[in-house]
């Protein structure tokens, strides 16, 4: 099964024959209306060239990589059921489409390793704005617990992202970027702080050379979890590139019993011509959410860095008149934070 999803300029093309969980074959601009044959020769002409010292069957990098199905980078589920099960190979029980009135188009794909006792499920969703929204499920179905050590799920780009760019921060620089040549191997950017911090990885991203805000194609993922996380872009040798993320786990963190399961935090991903297209589709795509302010945002003012501990109401009122004069709807009083904090010498916690 040969699945095409565009949308807002963008296609994405999976390959699900086989009973193995899909691969991308395409992310990236619109391909427009492809027939079935079409569909298959552009998979077929991905197929790498035979060479020595590689394995005789094709490698399959599935959005889960798997050990099992032969691949030599990280993997996308690591665990194991005391000592085994440690390289479970799934097969595909069910694939369903499922689209929803706001344009969203969705799959969703149901696999099972008897051997591992282990099911899975990935959930795969194109927004109206382009962005691509993956998340995971895994179920325990044997007796014995499973301990998950690690899920994350993978993008392939292409091998003309030879660019990265991800960022970095501190207190008062954040959104630092980062750039570099895509190299073999892996660039790993951990959070262990528990929560998202001003050196947060953002987006990472992959590009054409010299990419810019308006010039050059760019792929980025995004992991949406504001607790430990790992985002990664791996290169093989072979030539292999992904963009990989997930939640980061703590040693003995998740033990599934019988019965339970593990559900992802959602990987965003995003093509786009130059980072400001990227972007945009991010943008929409929030925007987009029932939740989203729908109601002009007041202007405001902060009086922390104009008086700090000086709460004295000559001043404040004279900050808030000078305030109204150029605009400000909403003037806040910001009294330090925390209670007993009145002074410079006194701490946050």
């Known amino acids: 099964m040969l699945v095409h999803l565009r949308a807002d300029g963008m296609s994405l093309v999976l390959d699900a024959r086989g009973g193995r969980l899909p691969r991308v074959v395409h992310w990236g601009s619109d391909l427009e209306l492809l027939s079935e044959a079409e569909l298959s020769e552009l998979e077929l002409a991905q197929t790498p060239a035979r060479s020595s010292g590689v394995p005789d069957q094709r490698i399959r990098l599935g959005i889960l990589p798997e050990h099992g199905q032969g691949w030599p980078g990280q993997p996308g589920l690591r665990g194991h059921r005391e000592g085994s099960a440690w390289s479970p190979l799934f097969t595909v029980t069910d694939i369903a489409r499922e689209d929803d009135e706001q344009g969203t188009q969705g799959l969703r794909i149901d696999a099972h390793d008897a051997e591992a006792e282990l099911g899975f499920r990935l959930e795969i969703d194109l927004l109206p704005s382009g962005v691509l929204r993956l998340r995971s499920i895994v179920r325990n179905h044997g007796d014995s617990g499973y301990t998950l050590d690690g899920l994350v799920l993978a993008l392939p780009v292409p091998r003309r992202a030879t660019e990265l760019l991800d960022l970095t921060g501190r207190h008062l620089r954040e959104r630092s970027p980062q750039r570099q040549t895509f190299d073999i191997g892996a660039r790993v950017r951990d959070s262990w702080r528990g929560r998202t911090g001003l050196d947060a990885t953002l987006l990472l991203t992959a590009g054409t050379p010299g990419f810019g805000f308006r010039s050059g194609e760019v792929w980025g993922i995004h992991v949406a979890w504001s607790g430990n996380h790992r985002t990664y872009a791996e290169r093989l040798p072979s030539g292999e590139r992904v963009l990989a993320g997930g939640e980061l786990l703590l040693p003995g963190e998740v033990r599934l019993e019988s019965g ?24 929409s795509a929030l925007r987009a959410r029932a939740s989203h302010p729908r109601t002009a945002r007041p202007v405001i003012l ?23 004069t150029v605009g400000v709807e909403r003037f806040v009083l910001d009294d330090g934070w925390f209670i007993g904090r009145r002074h410079d010498r006194a701490g946050l916690g």
């Open 260 to 283: 339970e399961e593990y559900v992802s935090p959602s990987i965003w991903a995003s093509y786009g011509e130059g980072l400001d297209g990227m972007s945009s589709r991010m943008h």
């Open 302 to 324: 902060n009086t922390w860095e104009a008086v700090y501990f000086d709460h004295d109401y000559g001043k404040l009122a004279a900050l808030a008149e000078a305030a109204a």
